[in-house]
């Protein structure tokens, strides 16, 4: 069996600044995954951002550990998802247990061409150990055993006062982004409250060392008979740590529940006396939905468990929180480059905001199907499981945790509505959908090929004179303000030049061009983190550059499209 999992420590140096004043573009505080994919989003775009947190390792116990297929594709551009996959335990299929019986099971990804699994099963720990090497090898900075004690703001930027073991000195930085956790500090310091509800109930998270014999599944039972009249979810992770999660009731002592004499009972009445395990990791927990009314004070921006909580059953938290990363770190760097106005960081506040209250009201409903609140809401609930077992239109009504999917933003703000019926399944707002292509004689993937900044895909059945004098139009319009590729069918060799400088993909499947609903002709444009910003059936450079302008948050373009 392996030995308990030991987390590395990080140094602390003393920062030159004691007694004085740091002055950064941007400070991150808290060195989780959601503050790393903060520092890892500006050290892309080339801004300069130090991260303070107050401890000098990574997380302890497992936490967060399911990370869902486009939290993956975002772990690829930061250049850590190849690391997360290879470590981590893919995943598809889920079950779901009534008693002793098999109510029915799941399949996330049922259809082919895609790079990466639905989920990847990881402990937290070691992703953050994968960020902070991808970090420190792109020359982020993380200052350990910096304590943040106050914060001040003003127009211009927010000033932070800093505990080390050495002395206190300040940071003063043009922005700060608060990813120090659901107990955050940064909330108490400028007097924010909650908006949401904590539900009355407690669940017991146990990771067990166990050579376990169970396939590489999501399993859920509701009232089975080593743990009745409650719920358990049993998962498995890499170094073989099973994760299970004992639903407790409320009217429970959490201290009592954590200890060995109170755990080790639980697990043997569920794997049987024959089965050796050990325990790594013990916690209790308590389901919350909550968020703050806005994720934008000020200088100050709030991001992951800072700014929204919700039940780990969806395993949400994680992959909300670096969707957040995602979301806001574009907008922000282009923002402390002068690139746009500072207004562009309201869309990542109503974009974000709007996927916390999704995120709550799924997690809610799971909740309520877990915990019935009533001996009526148990009755509907039994009855939906045993009928699970045979009838399909019962499944849907089945609730074991809606898991983590991409939020689609809505077709405002930033997005052009389209103005032609397309079919496909990706709208504006949406996040891209990978699919394979070949680019420069290559296999590839179209995530890989875009992101990071604005992209326009033009659709084209052959590279002639034609589609090349296409090409040059919408490079004027386009003005630099994005990367130009052309998709075509497999197989397509130029048949004239003018495609200098242009990224030529070829769509493998013809799964780029079925996904989008597109066809020859059709141009798709992205914002830098590949949700769809606008598409046309039939374009002109007009429509394409107010469209850009207004996908990048410039004034008048907004104000032009209102």
């Known amino acids: 069996m392996p030995a308990t999992y030991t987390p590395p420590t990080y140094p602390y140096r003393a920062p030159p600044e004691l007694s004085g004043e740091l002055r950064v573009p941007v400070a991150i505080v808290g060195a989780g995954p959601v503050g790393l994919a903060c520092a890892l989003e500006m050290a892309l775009a080339g801004v300069r951002a130090v991260v303070l947190d107050d401890n000098d390792t990574v997380s302890t116990g497992s936490r967060a550990i399911c990370y869902a297929k486009r939290t993956l594709e975002i772990l690829d551009r930061y250049g850590c998802g190849e690391p997360v996959v290879e470590r981590g335990i893919g995943w598809r299929v889920g079950k779901v247990f009534h008693g002793e019986r098999l109510a029915y099971q799941f399949d996330l990804l049922p259809e082919s061409g895609h790079r990466r699994p639905a989920f990847v099963n990881l402990q937290q720990y070691h992703l953050e150990e994968t960020m902070l090497a991808r970090l420190l090898a792109l020359g982020g900075e993380v200052r350990w055993k910096n304590r943040v004690a106050a914060v001040e703001q003003d127009g211009q930027g927010a000033a932070l006062s800093v505990e080390t073991p050495d002395g206190d000195y300040r940071v003063r930085a043009d922005w700060v982004i608060a990813c120090d956790g659901a107990r955050s500090p940064m909330r108490e310091f400028l007097g924010l409250e909650w908006k949401g509800q ?20 999501r399993w859920f039972w509701f009232d089975p008979p080593f743990h009745r009249n409650q719920s358990v979810l049993l998962h498995r992770q890499a170094d073989d740590v099973w994760r299970i999660d004992f639903q407790l009731g409320w009217d429970v002592d ?3 529940e954590r200890k060995p004499e109170r755990v080790i009972p639980r697990i043997r009445a569920m794997l049987g006396d024959d089965r050796p395990f050990t325990l790594e990791w013990v916690s209790v927990y308590t389901f919350q939905c909550r968020r703050l009314e806005r994720f934008l004070h000020g200088r100050v921006i709030f991001a992951g468990d800072a700014a929204h909580q919700v039940s780990p059953f969806g395993a949400r938290g994680a992959n909300s929180g670096i969707q957040d990363a995602d979301n806001l770190g574009w907008k922000l760097a282009r923002v402390v480059r002068g690139e746009s106005p500072a207004a562009l960081l309201e869309t990542y506040n109503t974009e974000r905001v709007a996927a916390a209250d999704e995120n709550i009201l799924n997690s809610t409903r799971s909740t309520d199907f877990i915990t019935p609140k009533s001996a009526v809401s148990r009755v509907f609930r039994d009855a939906v499981l045993d009928l699970a077992r045979e009838h399909p239109f019962a499944r849907r009504l089945v609730n074991s945790g809606r898991l983590s999917a991409p939020s689609t933003y809505v077709p405002e703000g930033l997005h052009t509505a389209d103005a032609e019926a397309f079919d496909g399944p990706t709208r504006p707002g949406a996040p891209l959908t990978d699919a394979p292509v070949r680019r420069l004689g290559r296999e590839d993937w179209l995530l890989a090929c875009t992101g990071g900044c604005f992209d326009a895909l033009l659709f084209a059945s052959a590279l002639d004179a034609q589609v090349a004098a296409e090409v040059r139009r919408l490079g004027a319009a386009l003005e630099t303000g994005a990367r130009l590729s052309v998709v075509v069918p497999a197989g397509t060799r130029p048949e004239a030049a003018g495609f200098d ?4 993909l070829e769509d493998a499947q013809g799964l780029v061009a079925s996904r989008l609903g597109a066809a020859p002709g059709t141009l798709v444009l992205l914002r830098p983190d590949q949700h769809l910003a606008a598409r046309w059936k039939h374009w002109n450079p007009g429509a394409v550059r107010l469209a850009l302008r207004r996908a990048q948050g410039l004034a008048e373009a907004v104000a032009h499209a209102a």
């Not at 904590?198 to 599944?217: K, N, Q, S």
């Open 254 to 256: 959490p201290e009592e």
């Open 198 to 217: 904590v539900f009355r109930d407690r669940f017991l998270i146990a990771d067990v060392h166990m050579r376990g014999d169970y396939p590489t599944e």
């Open 501 to 504: 400088g242009v990224q030529v």
